[in-house]
């Protein structure tokens, strides 16, 4: 069988399991749906199986190496191998759950009023945005954490009206905070990932706050519609994300000033009937890991833990280190000598190989998986906390998209979006107080999650 036919059926049956990982244990009602867990699978589904899916049916499209057989056999097997160990370590790893449990329990208060003091709060902070820093280092950092908090503003503006749903001083706050983070999103850039936060925030706190407790199918239902309406409006902005593709009198291409960003968001309406969403279906991730397989067992040397070293010195500015680590979607157009400034996304797969293969595929599920463990525990176990509905939504586009890679830049997202989380969190407890959240009973995942709630430790 040709390597091309054989890769197709995996991915149909990757797709398959994958599938039924996600909805099965929902629908037994055994486990929560939006959850680290789920956005991570779902970024597989997406990166491996329908990118592999597009490498198969059309190999031609964006190949920039001739590949042999064994390249396709290393992708399959790198990512069965990065998948089982990433079940296998989720699902096992109940020391993460127990640090969870021990963690993270001191909050502010819940009240809608101070989650209204909040809001004003959060957008103060994405004002780092607008007006950033000039400092190397500090400057990105700052400019990197308050840019997300447009993002929980608008999910503590949800929370605060959901409570309160009669009052329209609520519902306004609402309104405006969802606009100045859509402007937000816009003037950061970054891609598509701060809209997806943006537009997120509706059905993961809807979810937590009251579709958990429902019928799964009344739940697939609203969350399948907001979820729609949220892909037409991605679609849209995915057309004019990038300013030189729309008309804009007297601005730059890429100026991304307020000016600027308010005019792209005017031609969203525009663009909801005309935009498809096949441009972010799989993105070529497939063949690029089947690039970075080739070139890194024949032609490069690789790089081992070149993503940690990545994320672990993002606080050290390249000015001051010139030769820091650089990621891998920089490194591989390079690498492959291809005529672009672009950058790619090498997928997981690609990034395993980069560094060494297999093992390192081991490596890094297990740091995922923990992660995704410690994380989804908190959220089990205190389902109506509105800064860890807050952090799911701001951190859910780069959740959806981490199997694409580059791994160390998304993962710095959602580094930064916990520290949002934590700087908002701790605000609020120094002018507010602090109160222990009542925390719910909850197993491993695979098992009961969801129990009668006990008494506060």
Not at 108 to 124: E, K, R
Not at 429 to 438: E, N, T, Y
Request: charged share 15%; glycine share 8%; net charge positive.
């Amino acid at each position: 069988m040709p390597p091309e036919r054989l890769l197709v059926w995996f991915c149909w049956v990757y797709m398959f399991v994958l599938g039924v990982a996600i909805l099965l244990p929902y629908l037994r009602r055994k486990s929560d749906l939006l959850t680290t867990w789920n956005f991570m699978l779902l970024s597989l589904i997406n990166f491996i199986g329908i990118s592999g899916l597009t490498a198969g049916y059309w190999p031609e499209l964006f190949r920039v190496k001739e590949f042999e057989r064994r390249d396709y056999m290393d992708y399959m097997v790198g990512a069965i191998v990065f998948t089982v160990f990433l079940f296998l370590f989720y699902y096992k790893l109940n020391f993460a759950a127990k640090l969870a449990n021990r963690r993270f329990r001191k909050w502010p208060p819940q009240s809608p009023a101070t989650l209204f003091c909040m809001v004003a709060i959060a957008c103060l902070m994405g004002l780092a945005v607008l007006f950033p820093l000039n400092i190397q280092g500090i400057g990105q950092v700052i400019f990197q954490v308050g840019g997300k908090g447009s993002i929980f503003a608008f999910a503590f503006a949800f929370v605060a009206w959901w409570k309160q749903r009669k009052n329209p001083f609520l519902l306004s706050i609402l309104l405006g905070t969802f606009f100045y983070a859509v402007l937000l999103a816009i003037v950061v850039g970054g891609g598509r990932r701060n809209m997806v936060g943006v537009l997120s925030v509706v059905p993961i706190a809807l979810y937590w706050l009251t579709l958990r407790n429902r019928t799964p199918r009344y739940a697939l239902m609203v969350l399948g519609i907001t979820g729609f309406c949220g892909m037409a409006v991605i679609a849209a902005y995915s057309e004019i994300r990038h300013f030189s593709r729309i008309d804009i009198k007297n601005v730059a291409a890429e100026d991304r000033s307020a000016s600027s960003s308010l005019a792209a968001l005017k031609e969203i309406p525009k663009r909801l009937m005309s935009s498809s969403t096949d441009h972010f279906l799989g993105q070529n991730c497939a063949q690029l890991s089947l690039t970075a397989i080739h070139i890194y067992r024949n032609e490069v040397e690789t790089k081992p833990f070149n993503a940690l070293k990545f994320v672990l010195l993002t606080p050290i500015p390249r000015a001051i280190w010139e030769d820091k680590p650089i990621g891998l979607g920089f490194e591989l157009p390079k690498d492959a000598k291809a005529n672009t400034r672009a950058t790619w996304g090498p997928g997981i797969v690609g990034h395993g190989y980069h560094e060494g293969g297999l093992h390192m595929l081991v490596f890094y599920a297990f740091l995922t998986a923990f992660a995704l463990r410690f994380v989804d525990q908190l959220l089990i176990t205190q389902p109506n906390n509105s800064y860890l509905i807050a952090f799911l939504a701001a951190a859910s586009g780069h959740l959806i998209g981490w199997a694409r890679g580059d791994i160390s830049t998304f993962t710095n997202q959602i580094i930064f979006c916990f520290l949002a989380m934590l700087v908002l969190a701790y605000s609020g407890r120094f002018l507010f107080g602090r109160s222990r959240l009542q925390p719910h009973l909850a197993q491993a995942p695979g098992r009961i999650l969801r129990s009668k709630p006990s008494r506060a430790n």
